[in-house]
């Protein structure tokens, strides 16, 4: 069904057109039209009646906004967070006027999804300026799926965009992290770019009210300098557009890109590779492609791939996925060859300037592993954290100088006080920052030293990616920013070679599973982290089996070991349960034959977001317990996307885009099942003990034997054709039956038959791989 179909139009079409569209005062005239309206549809008006269930138009109500949502929250939201979930006590039921009796009559709406649906409209009306609105029925028990990928699309992403420029600054600036510090509204400009330069400070001279500084950075970024400027810190610029006004001046623009969502409020490294994938799905593709083209803008002025643009992060990167992103957005661009090949040109030109110089440079690149690792070059305390956090390292030490916590603290910034030690855990804990991973047991005191299974399947794909460009696309002659050729031969090398290392070093064939290896203890770790499963989504052709299939959250639970007053939980720990994770397992299982684990797997991960969606008011939140499939967690920082009022307005990033990619996994028919919210357990639970999945070749043996006595040719070896119709071959009464059309062939179910593919002339080209029913 279409999203503009208007009982599930986005807000900003469903309350400015049809019903929608009188004035918020005009009730009365709403009231007659809509009277009007129902009657040429139904007939003469009818007896009202006090409960005006029996309609054979679709039920429509007229909504008094205001009021309303005062009766609402009055009567259900019984723990006073603006929100109806199943955690209220109240009566989850409420009648409301229904349209066609001009509201006098009215009818019950029940249930926490109903009731909570209504409370997110009413703010969406009210953002349109509707005080009375006409809200239909479908509207309010629309099939949760459809909804909340409708949400994403139309709302969620809208409300995740920002821009660096005269209009966006404001949204920008806001940092709720490193609180502690000067953070008047601040902006630093890369060195040389005096253009930009003079842009801001015309910025900040001409809207007094944003009280904006405009600092250009040194030519050298150093990690001294980095350090010296935490206690004013910043938003480091990104691109800028030029764009013609209304009055045909021409005026530059941020390029717009994604943030991730509350307090993470400036565009992350890795977190824009997800979102630039659901984004995709969604068609947004100007925005993914802005996206990439900051990320050009921050490998040419800051040096790499950031952290996140603020000033605090200029020393650290993220996990690398440059190439993939690019290509995604690449396939789908439009207008002339020559332009994408170009635009294309300039991300794998800096793709390459960021391998070699961040990711094969010291200290990151291990040279007698060749494998790479996470190795920031930052000092002293990492800022963005609340003032408490490093309060239990910092202790014993300051115990030991008869000093306060904050003395030692300042002492050690100011490098009046010189401890290895501390020196040691820092570098640890930013290079954790770094792998996006923060924080972990796997990575505790020891990250800046492994040499990690994903961060080296990230770097094999960059090698395979780049070589395949430069021969496929660009007749293997790169040609780079210097004038330098790129041939694919090298990059072919590149990746053999550490594909090799990453086996030799990675890979436990006792465990079937890689780990991560410790380059100054010079032996594997022994933590297992479903990172592993990024071999298989970079492509490692090596791989011939891969068993371990379980527990596929951010590690095991034997790996993370006892929890405890004094060893708390960590988020990316078992048993939580993170979107990228997901993404990756999918699409590494997929480019191994194991679809239908990635389909469960995603049916899995959707039916948690789904199911805590419809329970708690909209909510799709940063991460989940996915042995409890809930989002209420008791661990650090909490879970970001959960405190709102009325509405979700942005979801979460990542979380947006694994819901958009995780349906275009799903079967149709697990897709309606879902929309159900049908436990996991329960629905492949009924589907293991129905469904038998054949080979190709025994179903094709299944339909030569139903089809012996046809005159179909059936061939020797099934090839998947173009076909003009799906049929059901069913020989129950030794009779064959062609049904057509069908829904596609991977997706047909029905008892003792399998499905094959016809063309025009009735002859069986191909027999697919289908489930069959058997009998009990």
């Not at 703010?123 to 099939?143: C, P, Q, T």
């Not at 100054?520 to 090596?542: D, Q, R």
């Amino acid at each position: 069904m279409s999203d503009l179909y208007i009982p599930y139009a986005p807000a900003s079409v469903y309350y400015n057109t049809g019903d929608n569209s009188f004035t918020s005062l005009n009730v009365d005239r709403v009231r007659r039209f809509v009277t009007s309206q129902n009657r040429s549809v139904s007939g003469p008006s009818q007896r009202r009646s006090s409960h005006d269930e029996k309609t054979n138009v679709p039920r429509k109500f007229l909504i008094d906004v205001l009021e309303t949502r005062r009766q609402i929250l009055e009567q259900e939201d019984t723990d006073g967070d603006f929100q109806i979930t199943v955690n209220d006590s109240g009566p989850k039921s409420l009648k409301v006027g229904t349209a066609i009796s001009g509201g006098h009559s009215k009818f019950e709406i029940r249930g926490t999804y109903m009731l909570s649906t209504l409370l997110q409209e009413l703010a969406l009306a009210l953002d349109h300026g509707r005080k009375h609105i006409v809200i239909d029925e479908a509207r309010l028990n629309e099939n949760p799926v459809d909804r909340l990928s409708r949400m994403i699309k139309h709302h969620f992403w809208d409300g995740l965009t920002r821009r660096i420029d005269a209009d966006g600054l404001e949204a920008i600036c806001a940092d709720p992290k490193n609180m502690n510090a000067d953070h008047n509204p601040r902006i630093y400009i890369p060195y040389g770019e005096v253009e930009t330069f003079e842009y801001y400070k015309h910025v900040s001279e001409t809207r007094k009210h944003l009280k904006l500084e405009v600092e250009m950075l040194p030519q050298d970024i150093t990690p001294e300098y980095v350090k010296s400027i935490n206690d004013r810190p910043g938003i480091l610029s990104l691109a800028l557009r030029k764009h013609v006004d209304e009055k045909g001046r021409s005026i530059l623009k941020g390029i717009p890109f994604i943030v991730p969502g509350g307090r993470f409020n400036e565009m992350y490294g890795w977190d824009s590779y997800f979102e630039t994938l659901g984004l995709a799905l969604d068609g947004r593709i100007e925005m993914a492609k802005g996206m990439v083209e900051n990320f050009v803008y921050e490998i040419k002025h800051y040096g790499k791939i950031l952290n996140a643009n603020r000033s605090y992060y200029l020393t650290r990167s993220q996990p690398p996925f440059l190439t993939d992103m690019a290509l995604r957005v690449y396939k789908n661009l439009h207008g002339e060859e020559n332009e994408k090949v170009k635009w294309l040109a300039a991300a794998f030109n800096a793709a390459i300037k960021e391998y070699h110089t961040v990711w094969m440079s010291a200290p990151r690149y291990d040279p007698k592993t060749g494998l790479s690792r996470y190795y920031p070059t930052g000092i002293g305390i990492p800022p963005e954290t609340e003032a408490s956090h490093f309060d239990h390292v910092i202790l014993p030490y300051a115990r030991r100088m008869g000093l306060t916590i904050k003395e030692y603290a300042a002492k050690y910034q100011n490098n009046e006080i010189h401890e290895p030690q501390l020196d040691e855990y820092f570098l640890h804990d930013r290079a954790v920052r770094e792998s996006g991973h923060d924080t972990t047991y796997r990575f505790e005191k020891r990250c800046a030293h492994l040499a990690t299974i994903d961060l080296n399947s990230l770097l094999y794909k960059y090698e395979i990616d780049i070589g395949e460009t430069i021969r496929d696309i660009y007749n293997d002659n790169f040609v780079l920013e210097n004038g330098d050729i790129e041939k694919s031969e090298e990059w072919f090398k590149r990746a053999k070679k550490r594909k090799a290392m990453i086996d030799k070093y990675c890979w436990n064939d006792e465990k079937s599973l890689y780990y991560d290896y410790d380059t100054a203890k010079e032996e594997p770790s022994v933590y297992e982290s479903v990172t592993a499963f990024w071999a298989l989504w970079a492509g490692k052709n090596s791989l011939s089996k891969f068993e371990v299939l379980g527990g596929l959250v951010s590690g095991t639970e034997e790996s993370r070991g006892t929890i405890a007053l004094d060893r708390p939980n960590r988020q990316w720990d078992y048993p939580f349960g993170w979107a990228p994770h997901q993404i990756m397992t999918w699409r590494g299982l997929e480019n191994y034959g194991y679809l239908t684990e990635a389909r469960r797997l995603a049916y899995r991960w959707l039916y948690t977001i789904t199911k805590s969606f419809v329970d708690f008011n909209g909510v799709v939140p940063e991460k989940y317990d996915i042995v409890t499939l809930s989002h209420l967690l008791d661990v650090e920082y909490g879970n970001v996307g959960v405190d709102f009022k009325f509405v979700p307005r942005e979801g979460f990033g990542w979380m947006n885009a694994s819901y958009q990619v995780g349906l275009s996994y799903l079967t149709q028919h697990q897709r309606r099942v879902l929309g159900t919210c049908t436990s996991p357990k329960l629905f492949f639970k009924e589907e293991k003990n129905k469904v038998t999945e054949l080979t190709v070749q025994e179903v094709l043996m299944q339909a030569k034997e139903i089809l012996s006595n046809s005159e179909i040719n059936i061939p020797d070896t099934p090839t998947p054709p173009e076909y003009a119709a799906a049929a059901q071959i069913d020989n129950e009464e030794d009779d064959i039956i062609i049904r057509s059309p069908l829904e596609p062939v991977s997706e047909s179910f029905a008892e003792n038959f399998t499905v094959a593919l016809i063309n025009d002339e009735g002859q069986l080209e191909a027999v697919e791989l289908s489930p069959i029913q058997m009998e009990e």
